[in-house]
């Protein structure tokens, strides 16, 4: 490894596996001390990049506290300080809260996740015409808000965030500050959400790292969460960090 790299790692999908409903992930035991073990390997250049808020990033990963960008850049953590996210701060989105509510109030087994500064409907578990209404749903208020916010759609979900958060801007801040500054950004992601920081971080010299199947800006591309707690662990361990060895997408 000639250049020290910054890690950032997505979690649902990436770290842990997808679970039929978001607050029923499960977080293998040795996630957190391999993370943590990883974090000092690289003096600190480890961070979370998600859509979940950072609140519940810490939840699952407690006792640790790392660097997260969450709700895909809304809301910042480094070094312990937190910046961003406060629903007051996006009072259009709050007033259609009310409508999309009731928009999928009929439809079994359909989730909606507020995030206060995002939303996202989820139907995972959703028949097929139940799916159909509420991705119809979450895009109808979005259309309402645009401009201001834009619809990500991706595995069973739809999620409306603000237009001008994506994890590809939440990387390039990291990269902005030690102890980020100066290294290969180096980014895993599983979702069409990650897309665009894939092809973000290749434009800077960097690495997208696609987790599970489907067309990919990444490079390299690894089967699922268990070979990437696989990978990360034989770093963590002190393996050597040979990025060039991983498979093609």
């Known amino acids: 490894m000639d250049t020290p790299i910054a890690l950032f790692l997505d979690f649902d999908g990436t770290l842990v596996e997808i679970a039929p409903r978001p607050d029923l992930v499960r977080v293998e035991p040795d996630l ?50 937190l910046t961003g996210g406060s629903p007051d701060d996006h009072p259009e989105l709050r007033a259609r809260m009310s409508r999309l509510r009731a928009m999928v109030a009929d439809l079994d ?22 799916a159909e209404r509420a991705e119809e749903a ?21 999620e409306i965030v603000p237009a001008s958060a994506t994890k590809a801007h939440a990387i390039r801040a990291f990269l902005e500050n030690a102890p980020y500054a100066g290294r290969r950004a180096v980014f895993l992601g599983d979702d069409r959400t990650d897309e665009i920081a894939f092809a973000s971080v290749a434009a800077y010299g960097g690495l ?41 997408a």
């Open 32 to 81: 957190v001390p391999m993370l943590q073990a990883l974090h000092a390997r690289l003096d600190g250049a480890l961070a979370i990049v998600t859509g979940r808020p950072v609140s519940v990033i810490d939840a699952f990963l407690a006792p640790a506290a790392f660097d997260v960008a969450g709700l895909h850049g809304v809301e910042r953590r480094v070094d312990g300080v």
């Open 208 to 248: 997208g790292i696609r987790i599970g199947p489907g067309e990919t800006a990444a490079e390299r591309r690894l089967p699922g969460p268990d070979a990437v707690r696989a990978l990360l662990g034989g770093w963590a361990a002190g393996g050597t960090i040979d990025l060039d060895a991983l498979p093609a």
């Open 109 to 130: 087994a359909v989730l909606i996740e507020d995030k206060g500064a995002s939303v996202a409907v989820h139907w995972r578990l959703a028949t097929p015409a139940d």
């Open 138 to 158: 979450v895009t109808a208020i979005a259309a309402e808000l645009a401009g201001g916010y834009r619809l990500q759609l991706g595995k069973a979900v739809g």
